[in-house]
């Protein structure tokens, strides 16, 4: 079958309905307006075009679209539910599925020849006039590739010089429209900066077409080589200059624009002021991470078209590239991060063609230059610098990092003998610290609380034996030579966090503190904490529980210490799915609470809170708004001063916007912590920053602005990493939801690559059996799912499966999820009988708590109704059609429905998809 785009064949622009596709630009309009799209949907509709009325086979499809690389009919399917929804209802019905043969595009469509691939050769010589502009001369040929597009020119009489670039082939014209479009958005966006060169004018009407620049100097590489001030300056001064050249980048990625070409011949260098002026050039192979702004803006779209990965014959230079662009990944501002992390590197060492061969280390003598450059150019775009401004903030502050960088070594030498004696004294049990961090702070909150509600002397006196026992428990118990009655021998097998807690819960109960029921109860909230804080949360309930029932029978079941612990518990059973368990504890507190409810009080305000955690776990984001409302009034009368409980309390009310579908009023949130004062780092702390920048990638996300959140969201996995450590929950969830993000921009392999990891971060900290493991399992699996490798993803699943049931219950939300994945999974392997079954036992109610989508029965009903027309049920295809008829009344999307309109697919991931980490 004859394949769009050969060589012997002519382009075409297509005109349907309200539909233009011109397929030399690879542009969708739809009733006159843009329509941004993946590549793949756009090669389908170009196949079906080519052939209207005829039926193009699957596998003609996979072999052109995915070029025979193997994958499954979802693949497909998906690309063909992403064309139906860009063409809109009425044209997208042209789109007709074939049962088990292919897809037929419905005509009639008219058509014209816009073009051929055949290049339009313009020969050029010094001294010609200008096409166009015949007061203008060429001068000297610029362009250094052969294709001699690139001349200096200079005027007639004036001697003015200018820059133009010619486009000699259809590929040259589109970067140039593409070229002036980003131009004209950053000079709206930014005004005349002296940093970026300037198009002064251009001509796309009559060949040759050419844009005309103000000339800008020579281009860094050889400016480098010719100019003797280059290899003359010092370190600090090339510094300087490359961060004009950050700087005008920075500009450029606050305005929505990437460069996507950066290297030192796209930087040109002239005389300026009392030095030199760089200037970044030639954004022909830019994009905008913002197509709407072009409309905002008023701006004409020109040679703007959607890409995934850089063409084979785009002219980038490859060692400038991101190895995530190489692997086919799209360039982000990452990728612009990466090239300009070599530049830095090149201009330190002054040499602009050096590589960064491994070694590189040993040319750079300055070690906090070694980590920024290192920094900006990992291979791992997820632990890459998020951002240009990250990079110049780091390089303008290396005085003040050097100054406290030898005032910690400074700390560290005066601090080595007392760490050498301290390592001493615990040479057996080096592995206690992380215990004895959580049990102390566990402690903190218990000595907090009591402070809080009393301040009588008697109650000041039972802090302190509260205190003295405590400490003897933590020093002679947990410190001591046994735990519990453990040997040394014991210690020196290192014993794992959980072991060495549960040997600490197991010595509570050997009858010590009998006596002393408040030291008692105290000590089991302290270890309730610390196994919360692990993600244990059902050994977590089993202690507070304790201390709740130790509390009520020495205090009264109306003392607050007693109240206090039952909110915290509630909180714990929501965790762990024990709903109905939790609302009967909040109710019963609530009684004992009595008018205290009412009041300003700290009871009020923990009730609150614990009422929202309680609601918010349910997924009943309505209710549990209104608890965190009245809590974060209650905090600002109680705690004005209280930054920490304040940022707590917005964040968890823009998570509840996001579940009622308001991402905007999420966002409006998270960027109100995110401006600085009250709540800066040293206010709230670097953790609290990271989750109002995941709060903030949430809710871009939730405006369908995934490439502007993948970048909040890297920098909040940043931050998380530097705040608590690569494998803390902060940082597990926010690789999750990135992970999310780049499977939502089609960017399969990137998200399974992440998913994979984030499942080994998982495993490492709480192990491989725990729910928070076993949930990033699933999603793993899920994800190998969407790829199309059903051989890795089945066991995965089905590990999760039973995991699941295992460790958080059959009725939980997460274990419905992890069946609905592995029915899906079983069904393509064409085993439908046990599909059916598994989905049999799926609980809609407890299914729709794993999503903020709606319609989740109706969801379950049509996989039912699918799976029964793959066993050719009688009926089962009437039964779907009403099924797919009731999702589109219930409000199920539009990308989902269409996935059960392709014999053969199945939902994918839209089924599990909100099973994110941050709600786990």
Request: with cysteine; hydrophobic share 45%; glycine share 8%.
């Amino acid at each position: 079958m004859d394949q769009p785009g050969a060589s012997d064949q002519p382009l075409y622009r297509y005109r349907f309905d309200e539909v233009e596709f011109d397929e030399t630009r690879a542009e969708l309009s739809v009733a006159g307006r843009h329509v941004d799209l993946e590549q793949r949907p756009l090669q389908v509709l170009a196949l079906l075009l080519h052939h209207v009325d005829e039926v193009v086979p699957r596998q003609d499809l996979f072999d052109t679209v995915w070029e025979g690389r193997p994958t499954v009919d979802n693949v497909l399917a998906n690309a063909i539910a992403k064309l139906r929804k860009a063409l809109g209802p009425t044209a997208g019905a042209r789109v007709i599925n074939v049962p088990r043969v292919g897809y037929r595009f419905k005509g009639p469509v008219e058509r014209i020849v816009a073009g051929r691939h055949a290049p339009v050769a313009f020969a050029f010589q010094a001294g010609q006039p200008v096409p166009g502009r015949g007061h203008f001369r060429l001068r000297e040929c610029l362009d250094l590739s052969g294709d001699g597009a690139v001349w200096l020119a200079c005027h007639e009489k004036t001697g003015e010089q200018r820059v133009y670039k010619f486009a000699v082939d259809g590929e040259r014209l589109a970067a140039l429209m593409r070229e002036v479009t980003i131009y004209r958005v950053l000079r709206e966006s930014l005004g005349e900066r002296d940093d970026l060169v300037r198009v002064v004018d251009w001509n796309f009407d009559t060949p040759p077409c050419w844009l005309q620049y103000r000339y800008a100097g020579r281009d860094l590489a050889r400016w480098a080589l010719d100019e003797p001030a280059f290899a003359a300056a010092p370190r600090d001064r090339r510094i300087g200059w490359f961060l004009q050249i950050a700087g005008a980048v920075a500009a450029a990625h606050g305005a929505g624009v990437l460069h996507k070409d950066l290297k030192p011949a796209n930087v040109l260098v002239a005389p300026g002021g009392d030095g030199w002026q760089f200037r970044v050039a030639d954004f022909g192979s830019g994009r905008l991470l913002q197509p709407g702004k072009l409309e905002a803006l008023g701006i004409t779209r020109l040679g703007m078209t959607v890409t995934s990965a850089l063409p084979a014959d785009s002219g980038v230079t490859l060692s400038y590239l991101a190895p995530e662009v190489l692997a086919g990944a799209a360039p982000s501002v990452e990728s612009d991060v990466y090239a300009l992390g070599l530049i830095l590197f090149q201009m330190i060492v002054g040499d602009l063609h050096r590589t960064l061969a491994p070694g590189w280390e040993r040319d750079v003598d300055d070690e906090l230059l070694r980590e920024d450059i290192a920094a900006a150019t990992s291979g791992d775009p997820g632990r890459r610098l998020a951002s240009v401004e990250a990079l110049t903030q780091r390089l303008r502050g290396r005085e003040a990092r050097a100054v406290e960088r030898r005032r910690l070594r400074d700390s560290d030498a005066r601090a080595l003998a007392a760490e050498r004696a301290l390592e001493r004294a615990r040479a057996r049990r080096p592995w206690l610290i992380a215990a004895i961090v959580l049990l102390a702070a566990g402690l903190s909150v218990s000595l907090w609380q009591l402070g809080q509600i009393r301040a009588a002397r008697t109650e000041a006196q039972q802090q302190a034996a509260l205190a003295t026992a405590t400490n003897r428990f933590l020093n002679e118990d947990v410190l001591g030579a046994g735990v519990g009655g453990n040997s040394p021998a014991w210690y020196e097998r290192n014993p794992s966090l959980r072991e060495i807690l549960d040997a600490a819960a197991r010595h509570l109960d050997d009858g010590r503190f009998a006596g002393e029921p408040l030291v008692l109860a105290d000590l089991h909230q302290t270890l309730g904490r610390a196994y919360r804080s692990t993600g244990n949360f059902a050994r977590a309930g089993a202690q507070l529980e304790a201390a709740a029932d130790w509390l009520q029978r020495t205090r009264g079941a109306d003392d607050p210490r007693t109240v206090l612990a039952q909110y915290e518990l509630a909180t714990v059973l929501a965790h762990l799915s024990r709903f109905a368990d939790a609302h009967a504890l909040l109710d019963r507190a609530d009684a004992a609470a009595g008018a205290r409810l009412d009041a300003a009080s700290e009871i009020a305000l923990r009730a609150n809170i614990a009422r929202g955690n309680v609601l918010y776990q349910q997924m009943q984001a309505k209710p549990a708004l209104a608890a965190y409302t009245r809590a974060e009034q209650l905090q600002r009368r109680l705690h004005p001063n209280d930054a920490v409980m304040s940022a707590h309390l917005l964040l968890s009310i823009a998570g509840c916007n996001l579940r009622m579908g308001r991402p905007k009023q999420a966002e409006s949130i998270a960027r109100g912590l995110l401006a600085g004062a009250p709540y800066t780092q040293a206010a709230i702390g670097l953790a609290a920053l990271a989750t109002a920048r995941s709060r903030l990638g949430d809710a871009l996300r939730g405006q369908g602005k995934y490439e502007e959140a993948i970048p909040v969201t890297q920098q909040s996995l940043l931050d998380y990493e530097r705040a608590q450590g690569p494998d803390s929950q902060g940082a597990i969830s926010a690789l999750s939801t990135l992970s999310y993000l780049y499977s939502l921009t089609g960017d399969d392999a990137k998200a399974l690559a992440l998913q994979r990891d984030v499942y080994q971060r998982a495993a490492k900290r709480w192990g491989a059996d725990s729910q928070y493991a076993l949930v990033e399992l699933l999603n793993l699996g899920s994800d190998e799912y969407d790829d199309g490798d059903l051989q890795a993803a089945l066991p995965h699943l089905q590990q999760a499966e039973r995991g699941l049931a295992k460790v958080a219950g059959n009725k939980s939300p997460v274990t419905q999820a992890a069946r609905v994945a592995l029915a899906n999974a079983m069904s393509d392997l064409g085993r439908n009988g046990e599909a059916l079954a598994m989905i049999a036992e799926v609980d809609p109610v407890a299914y729709q708590a794993t999503t903020s989508d709606p319609g989740r029965a109706l969801v379950l009903e049509a996989m039912r109704a699918r799976i029964e027309v793959r066993l050719h049920r009688p009926g089962a295809e009437a039964h779907l059609r009403d099924a797919v008829n009731a999702m589109q009344a219930g409000g199920v999307s539009a990308d989902e429905i269409a996935t059960f309109g392709q014999e053969g697919s199945a939902p994918g991931a839209s089924a599990v998809s909100d099973v994110d980490s941050a709600e786990r």
